[in-house]
């Protein structure tokens, strides 16, 4: 009684001390040059919109291997004057020529090589209609000024990291199929050495067309001739009226409460936003800091296995498909859901409903933080999908097309690049939206308002997930970007582990419960992130050390 009286009065007076804007705005995003780029729009007067489509189209240039004019992605959006919070939903759309079995072979299974490379795995992009969109309805400064430091890194180059070449090295094989990608990002048929300055002069006139002409310079015109000629003499099925046609839609984001903590996130057509609030649902009724440490690793994974198991069963795009939303997030649900955990077993996926077996994971994305000085703030993630999506560029336009349509469920579970499997409600079909993980979110209490999102194919929802409950925990944006990682998505029926993410001795204590524990590769993700403390006023950003991005202030 004494303690919730307490509690009460700390909720009241919090409140009457928190600052109304931050001091200064802040940014993270995963490379230097597209901090520098939104950096730059903000100190020329542009509010944290503004500073978006800076940091989105310097991404599309510096990280070609991770989203672009090519892709799409989701703009999670908060606007301070009137405390609106809106999801601009760039994501790509199938064409119309696209079909439920295209990409299956004569005997009717999938065909991986072609739903990943090459232009027939390409959806059709969102990316440069939601930056006008972005620019013209909620930014301050004209687009073609939001893309300055775009057009001018495409034109005069950037510096080829270690990065870089590992990921065009990842993907070489494919980028050699196609002669325009290999002219533009490989050297002589290899990975270009670090120092070495990449410039890429189509982009840079593509960008300027839209700089100029806006998004009708993309979707039709010129760019879209090629796009569409280049798509099609390579086997693709775009057409001229797929681009005129392509509509960014603005959605309510999904919105919950974790122990406290409000939790503003992705919507359908991402599954994100549905998978994060139900894991989260589920474990709300532990107090995860007081408990041991394979306690919590083990409920957390068997609330990740159950969210991951809905998302294969339910989640698709809900312009196409009905969504059991409020029934996945109903807390009734989650206590069903809580009530089949064994504390001192792992429930076996098989137990659950059936689905297929998993792939090796590979994965490419970008995300960015923002906050402006007057409140303003934006959590997005974009994507190509693999790095370098489909590694084609129809000629003359410098831009690299997704490899989206794997987001779809090409076969009833059977699982996509990431291992994700799903039925019916992610099931190809004409100008639907494949079934997205990118979770941009916003965390927010009282005194404290946090802004994250990653990279990681299916991983990215686990990934925020953990991001979450640091917050919660009232842990600093440095260590939700750092902290050891681990992830369970239903199938495969095993928890997987970066590099780091379970000592041996928590490897055997989760064993002895029954988990099948993964090792994958090195470490994954490249979280980037904002945290603005209303009471003392600071504001800090933080940049995951895996990654090579930086954070920036104005
Ligand atoms: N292409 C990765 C995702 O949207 O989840």
Same mark, same amino acid.
């Given at each position: 009684?004494?303690?919730?009286?307490?509690?009460?009065?700390?909720?009241? #007076?919090?409140?009457?001390?928190?600052?109304?804007?931050?001091?200064?705005?802040?940014?993270?995003?995963?490379?230097?040059?597209?901090?520098?780029?939104?950096?730059?729009?903000?100190?020329?007067?542009?509010?944290?919109?503004?500073?978006?489509?800076?940091?989105?189209?310097?991404?599309?240039?510096?990280?070609?291997?991770?989203?672009?004019?090519?892709?799409?992605?989701?703009?999670?959006?908060?606007?301070?004057?009137?405390?609106?919070?809106?999801?601009?939903?760039?994501?790509?759309?199938?064409?119309?020529?696209?079909?439920?079995?295209?990409?299956?072979?004569?005997?009717?299974?999938?065909?991986?090589?072609?739903?990943?490379?090459?232009?027939?795995?390409?959806?059709?992009?969102?990316?440069?209609?939601?930056?006008?969109?972005?620019?013209?309805?909620?930014?301050?400064?004209?687009?073609?000024?939001?893309?300055?430091?775009?057009?001018?890194?495409?034109?005069?180059?950037? #510096?080829?990291?270690?990065?870089?070449?590992?990921?065009?090295?990842?993907?070489?094989?494919?980028?050699?199929?196609?002669?325009?990608?290999?002219?533009?990002?490989?050297?002589?048929?290899?990975?270009?050495?670090?120092?070495?300055?990449?410039?890429?002069?189509?982009?840079?006139?593509?960008?300027?067309?839209?700089?100029?002409?806006?998004?009708?310079?993309?979707?039709?015109?010129? #760019?879209?001739?090629?796009?569409?000629?280049?798509?099609?003499?390579?086997?693709?099925?775009?057409?001229?009226?797929?681009?005129?046609?392509?509509?960014?839609?603005?959605?309510?984001?999904?919105?919950?409460?974790?122990?406290?903590?409000?939790? $503003?996130?992705?919507?359908?057509?991402?599954?994100?936003?549905?998978?994060?609030?139900?894991?989260?649902?589920?474990?709300?009724?532990?107090?995860?800091?007081? +408990?041991?440490?394979?306690?919590?690793?083990?409920?957390?994974?068997?609330? +990740?296995?159950?969210?991951?198991?809905?998302?294969?069963?339910?989640?698709?795009?809900?312009?196409?498909?009905?969504?059991?939303?409020?029934?996945?997030?109903?807390?009734?649900?989650?206590?069903? +859901?809580?009530?089949?955990?064994?504390?001192?077993?792992?429930?076996?996926?098989?137990?659950?409903?059936?689905?297929?077996?998993?792939?090796?994971?590979?994965?490419?994305?970008?995300?960015?933080?923002?906050?402006?000085?007057?409140?303003?703030?934006?959590?997005?993630?974009?994507?190509?999908?693999?790095?370098?999506?489909?590694?084609?560029?129809?000629?003359?336009?410098?831009?690299?097309?997704?490899?989206?349509?794997?987001?779809?469920?090409?076969?009833?579970?059977?699982?996509?690049?990431?291992?994700?499997?799903?039925?019916?409600?992610?099931?190809?079909?004409?100008?639907?939206?494949?079934?997205?993980?990118?979770?941009?979110?916003?965390?927010?209490?009282?005194?404290?308002?946090?802004?994250?999102?990653?990279?990681?194919?299916?991983?990215?929802?686990?990934?925020?997930?953990?991001?979450?409950?640091?917050?919660?925990?009232?842990?600093?944006?440095?260590?939700? $970007?750092?902290?050891?990682?681990?992830?369970?998505?239903?199938?495969?029926?095993?928890?997987?582990?970066?590099?780091?993410?379970?000592?041996?001795?928590?490897?055997?204590?989760?064993?002895?419960?029954?988990?099948?524990?993964?090792?994958?590769?090195?470490?994954?993700?490249?979280?980037?992130?904002?945290?603005?403390?209303?009471?003392?006023?600071?504001?800090?950003?933080?940049?995951?050390?895996?990654?090579?991005?930086?954070?920036?202030?104005?």
């Amino acid at each position: 009684m004494h303690r919730n009286w307490c509690a009460l009065v700390l909720v009241v #007076v919090l409140p009457a001390a928190a600052a109304d804007a931050p001091p200064r705005a802040a940014l993270a995003s995963a490379h230097p040059l597209a901090t520098e780029a939104g950096i730059e729009i903000l100190a020329a007067g542009g509010n944290a919109f503004d500073a978006a489509v800076a940091v989105s189209a310097a991404l599309a240039v510096v990280e070609p291997y991770s989203s672009g004019l090519g892709g799409g992605g989701f703009w999670l959006l908060h606007r301070a004057s009137d405390g609106r919070d809106v999801m601009i939903d760039g994501r790509e759309t199938a064409p119309a020529e696209a079909d439920r079995d295209m990409y299956l072979n004569a005997t009717g299974e999938v065909d991986r090589d072609r739903a990943v490379n090459g232009p027939l795995a390409a959806g059709i992009p969102g990316e440069v209609a939601a930056l006008e969109y972005l620019a013209s309805r909620y930014g301050r400064l004209p687009l073609a000024r939001n893309l300055a430091p775009a057009i001018r890194l495409a034109r005069d180059g950037f #510096v080829v990291t270690e990065r870089y070449r590992m990921l065009a090295g990842y993907r070489a094989d494919v980028l050699r199929r196609d002669p325009e990608a290999a002219a533009i990002f490989l050297l002589d048929g290899e990975p270009p050495p670090v120092g070495h300055v990449l410039k890429q002069a189509d982009l840079a006139a593509t960008l300027a067309i839209v700089a100029q002409d806006g998004a009708r310079g993309f979707y039709s015109g010129n #760019v879209a001739e090629r796009l569409v000629a280049g798509v099609r003499a390579a086997g693709g099925r775009w057409s001229r009226r797929d681009l005129a046609a392509y509509r960014v839609i603005e959605r309510e984001p999904v919105i919950g409460e974790y122990r406290g903590v409000r939790v $503003v996130t992705a919507a359908l057509p991402s599954s994100g936003g549905v998978v994060l609030l139900e894991a989260l649902n589920i474990l709300a009724p532990w107090d995860l800091p007081s +408990m041991s440490a394979t306690d919590r690793h083990h409920v957390v994974i068997e609330a +990740m296995r159950r969210a991951y198991r809905d998302r294969a069963d339910y989640l698709g795009d809900p312009d196409f498909v009905d969504v059991p939303v409020t029934h996945l997030l109903d807390p009734q649900y989650a206590a069903k +859901m809580r009530a089949s955990i064994d504390p001192a077993r792992a429930t076996p996926s098989s137990s659950l409903p059936p689905a297929g077996e998993p792939e090796p994971v590979g994965t490419h994305t970008t995300h960015f933080s923002v906050i402006d000085r007057e409140g303003n703030r934006v959590a997005a993630t974009l994507s190509i999908n693999l790095p370098f999506g489909a590694a084609f560029v129809p000629p003359g336009t410098g831009v690299v097309l997704n490899d989206e349509m794997d987001d779809f469920s090409a076969k009833p579970m059977t699982p996509n690049a990431y291992g994700l499997v799903g039925v019916n409600a992610n099931a190809i079909a004409p100008g639907k939206r494949p079934l997205s993980s990118m979770t941009p979110t916003f965390v927010e209490t009282p005194a404290r308002i946090g802004i994250l999102g990653t990279p990681g194919g299916s991983r990215i929802i686990s990934m925020v997930l953990l991001g979450v409950l640091e917050f919660a925990a009232g842990e600093p944006p440095a260590r939700w $970007v750092s902290e050891p990682r681990y992830h369970h998505q239903y199938l495969p029926d095993e928890v997987q582990f970066e590099r780091g993410g379970l000592d041996d001795a928590e490897q055997a204590a989760l064993r002895a419960r029954g988990h099948t524990l993964t090792e994958v590769g090195r470490t994954y993700g490249n979280m980037q992130a904002v945290l603005w403390d209303r009471v003392t006023g600071a504001v800090t950003a933080a940049s995951d050390p895996r990654g090579e991005g930086v954070p920036g202030y104005d």
